[in-house]
């Protein structure tokens, strides 16, 4: 999203000055990152121009579910323009469920009820379309794996790429460069280890490849430790977004409790996050999390004391038929437009949402800035509303001179989800050609630079080639490691080490320093990735990508020294919330030394 | 253990019904997939999903082909045999049938877009208040706000 909204504003200002604006996608921008299948409801619109919100409010609810932890600046920024790129889709054809008055219908204080089964198509027609206004100065590629940035001296010159399609190595050479990449999916073990490890609650095709490029570049990071845990219908991780706020249903252990009232004072030893509404959505977690470990599950939605509960408000026996069937329709589009699976899992087990409860559970943790977790590059807010510290010229840049981040590849602005993100997008893309207009062209980038970079990124095709006749198994060879184990390697690490949902998202220093031994043995055996084609090649950068993306949660968990999302994760050395930890852990890798450094950063 | 799966997997494809695109060099499903695990058998001139465990179930392949030659078998290490949710997509709806494994079938039908497809104008008849490149003012502000 957070790509469309860059290449749909960004055009706009490169045709006025005479900019050139490239866009890469890994896949096909019509269907690509996590917007894929669609959306049911877009889950940020203040409608300030009908008096509805405040981006002041709105700015306090983000502060206040994130434990205290986000850029004020950047949310207020996003939440200012957000209305805009909203009516904009519905002007592009997004349906949106309206009222009789013609008002959008909300699903809760902040989110609003769409037909969004072709959301990313109409986006995505609107960012080629608004590209193809700049003639030849516009261009689109796609299914082109972008793997690395290209620095020169302290300044990012481009980035560097294979396609998956023929034998082409890429270099994209730029005055600026937008990391607009996704976030991190499979860092973790997941619950489900066979078919079902395609059943991930963000997408698989999201594998951490933001975080290695502005990380590989030497950009400051933030919130590195801010794991989401999403709750969601188990295995299927379908939404339960429509069902809590929309529907009104309550979710309970299997005696039928609603923990959030039974376990409520557990919320007083997290205030004041805890003690405000609505609930901080890892606190919500937490309570459910203490069920399970009491051995109260499983934990149920009550879908059909909801859906009966809305019918008996209705007197009349026709109209409350009529309202049965357009709130069957409506939970099962809930599904169809965002996660088909879970349809498919209520069919295949027979699940009527009006006649029975179907069972929540919690995913393993994702790394999502654009939801409830907050982990990315640190960047510059606008200079109207950030503080003096936390802006450096240009809107969405990172610490390193022309790189620039948004969407999940940005970090400390959480809950800007789908229209926030192409919100970020808009504003990052902007912000891009004003710096290429100040810095008007684009550096040589030395042979020697070149040719290191493309050794580098096709070194697993020639390791494949070199080895691999020396077993009669193309996966089972000493001298290599196919990407597929390497990942499971990294996902058991991660799994028990740092944190993961078969050890109940619980870890400490020691499990921590033990996790960072074995990435360090990791490190060493990335080198041996082999990839016998171009998918594969694909799949081996992906996880070198996790593996850094692993790298730094684990250095910032063991960095910030007490436990802030419980329900996230829990530090058992540490097991509350420190006062002198309403901070900032940030970081960054130096490319020269290849030393890591923990910053400490005032919130503001 | 390259290119050997050619069995039922979270989406499958049909044999009677896939023609390979009609014997172009890329197929459909191959096209849209975000995570590029569908592929062109050249020998056979059909179309396979090449990574079962890597499949996120989106539906895009399902949705594109030409022929509708694809299907979804739900994941089989949690999901019971004998459910089927089949799309239908036209250029402004989608119809849905849910066929559950006691034999019940759902129909239901979505509207997708309200614009024909092609027909997007970046504008969309808003007009942008400021010409200058430093301003908080994007694209098409205040008008769309």
């Not at chain 1, 700015?59 to 904009?88: C, E, F, P, Q, T």
């Not at chain 1, 973790?188 to 963000?202: A, C, D």
């Not at chain 1, 209705?314 to 599904?335: G, H, Q, V, Y």
């Not at chain 1, 050794?455 to 070199?466: A, D, I, N, Y």
Request: charged content about 25%; glycine content about 6%; hydrophobic content about 35%.
């Amino acid at each position: 999203m957070a790509a469309c909204g860059a290449a749909f504003e960004a055009s706009h200002w490169a045709k006025k000055h005479k900019q050139r604006v490239t866009v890469v996608d890994k896949a096909s921008m019509e269907r690509s990152g996590a917007v894929a299948m669609g959306l049911s409801a877009i889950n940020l619109y203040l409608g300030v121009s009908k008096g509805n919100n405040t981006v002041e409010d709105y700015v306090s609810y983000v502060k206040n579910d994130l434990m205290g932890i986000a850029r004020k600046d950047l949310v207020a920024n996003i939440a200012r323009h957000v209305d805009s790129s909203v009516h904009l889709f519905e002007k592009w054809g997004l349906p949106i469920w309206k009222d009789e008055e013609g008002n959008y219908v909300n699903e809760g204080r902040w989110q609003i009820m769409i037909h969004g089964e072709s959301y990313k198509n109409i986006v995505s027609e609107a960012a080629k379309n608004a590209l193809r206004e700049l003639g030849e100065d516009g261009s689109y590629y796609e299914r082109i794996f972008i793997t690395e940035p290209v620095m020169m001296e302290d300044r990012c010159v481009g980035a560097v790429g294979f396609s998956v399609r023929e034998n082409k190595f890429y270099l994209f050479k730029a005055k600026a460069v937008l990391d607009v990449m996704g976030g991190a999916v499979h860092i973790f073990r997941p619950k489900s280890v066979g078919e079902g490890l395609g059943r991930s609650w963000y997408p698989p095709f999201n594998s951490g490849a933001s975080t290695y490029f502005t990380l590989k570049a030497g950009a400051e990071m933030t919130c590195q430790e801010v794991r989401f845990v999403p709750v969601r219908f188990k295995d299927a991780y379908g939404p339960v977004g429509a069902w809590f706020l929309l529907f009104k249903s309550k979710a309970t252990n299997a005696k039928g409790e609603d923990y959030m009232e039974t376990r409520a004072a557990e919320l007083e030893n997290w205030a004041p996050y805890g003690t405000s509404k609505p609930t901080p959505a890892n606190l919500r977690n937490y309570l459910m999390l203490q069920e399970l470990e009491e051995g109260n599950g499983p934990i149920y939605m009550r879908t059909d004391e909801a859906i009966q509960k809305l019918v008996a408000e209705i007197p009349d026996e026709k109209e409350a038929k009529r309202k049965m069937k357009e709130l069957e329709s409506e939970a099962w589009e809930d599904f169809l437009d965002m996660t088909v699976s879970q349809a498919l899992n209520w069919a295949s087990h027979n699940i009527m949402p009006e006649e029975s409860p179907s069972e929540i559970s919690a995913c393993e943790p994702y790394f999502i800035s654009s939801h409830s977790g907050a982990s990315g590059a640190w960047i510059s807010g606008p200079q109207d509303l950030a503080p003096g510290e936390h802006h450096w010229g240009y809107d969405n840049m990172t610490t390193v001179k022309g790189l620039f981040a948004a969407g999940d590849a940005s970090g400390a602005s959480s809950h800007k989800f789908s229209s926030g993100s192409f919100t970020e997008g808009r504003i990052a893309g902007k912000a891009a050609i004003a710096f290429c207009m100040d810095n008007n062209h684009i550096p040589d980038i030395d042979e020697e630079t070149l040719s290191a970079l493309k050794e580098k990124v096709l070194q697993p095709l020639k390791m494949f080639e070199e080895h691999s006749g020396y077993a009669n198994d193309e996966d089972v060879n000493p001298n290599y490691i196919k990407p597929k184990m390497f990942m499971f390697r990294l996902q058991k690490i991660m799994d028990e080490y740092a944190g993961g949902a078969s050890v109940g998202f619980k870890t400490s220093e020691p499990l921590l320093n033990k996790g960072l031994e074995y990435l360090q043995f990791m490190k060493e055996d990335a080198v041996k990735l082999a990839a016998g084609d171009l998918n594969e090649l694909m799949r081996c950068w992906e996880n070198v990508h996790r593996m850094w993306q692993a790298e730094s949660h684990i250095r910032t968990v063991l960095f910030r020294k007490e436990t802030r999302w419980p329900g996230y994760y829990f530090r058992t050395d540490y097991p509350t919330m420190k006062e002198d930890w309403e901070a900032f852990a940030n970081c960054r890798w130096d490319p020269e030394t290849e030393e890591w450094e923990m910053i400490k950063r005032d919130l503001h | 253990m390259l290119f050997t799966k050619q069995d039922t997997m979270p989406s499958f494809v049909i044999n009677e019904k896939c023609d390979g695109c009609k014997a172009q060099d890329r197929t459909a499903c191959q096209y849209i997939c975000p995570n590029d695990l569908m592929v062109l058998d050249k020998d056979k001139n059909k179309a396979y999903n090449r990574a079962v465990d890597m499949c996120w179930e989106c539906y895009s392949c399902v949705k594109i082909c030409p022929t509708q030659a694809i299907e979804v078998r739900g994941y089989a290490d949690f999901m019971p045999l004998g459910g089927v949710v089949q799309p239908l997509r036209s250029t402004d709806s989608i119809m849905w049938a849910v066929k559950f494994r006691n034999k019940k079938v759902k129909r239901f039908k979505f509207p997708i877009r309200t614009t024909p497809e092609g027909s997007i104008e970046p504008d969309a008849g808003f007009s942008t208040g400021s010409e200058d490149l430093k301003s908080p003012v994007l694209r098409t502000e205040p008008d769309s706000l």
